[in-house]
């Protein structure tokens, strides 16, 4: 059972950054392809980015291109989602989820693949 721990939220002033962390465990070796997603309070929840097994292939989403940049370290099991110049509309509970693919570069922004995910760190941007 994959097993998802994020870490890294808090409050940060608007022009801040903060960079996310999605710990996984309880896995073999099969490809893994992880994704980030948010929720704000009252909207759906919104795919930001994702990253395939291999790191090679990615996808960030048009509302954060250019002040967010997703990546892995398998050796530590870990995702990275680094994010920049954060807005007050980037407030929203982030969340890691992952799928089990046989591909080393599927990534997707769509919830539907997504099989595991972790109970989310909190992101608030204000002054």
């Known amino acids: 059972q994959l097993r998802l721990v994020e870490s890294g939220g808090g409050l940060v002033q608007p022009g801040g950054s903060l960079e996310l962390s999605c710990a996984a465990s309880?896995?073999?070796?099969?490809?893994?392809?992880i994704g980030w997603f948010r929720q704000a309070p009252g909207k759906e929840r919104q795919g930001v980015s994702c990253?395939?097994?291999?790191?090679?292939?990615?996808i960030v989403a048009d509302s954060v291109k250019g002040r967010v940049t997703i990546s892995r370290n398998n050796a530590k099991n870990t995702v990275y989602l680094q994010m920049n110049t954060l807005e007050p509309e980037d407030t929203a509970v982030y969340s890691c989820?992952?799928?089990?693919?046989?591909?080393?570069?599927?990534?997707?922004?769509?919830?539907?693949?997504?099989?595991?995910w972790g109970q989310g760190t909190q992101v608030t941007v204000s002054s």
């Open positions: 990253i395939s097994s291999s790191g090679g292939n990615t």
């Open positions: 309880g896995f073999t070796s099969d490809y893994y392809t």
């Open positions: 989820a992952a799928f089990r693919t046989f591909s080393s570069r599927t990534c997707s922004l769509s919830t539907a693949p997504y099989r595991y």
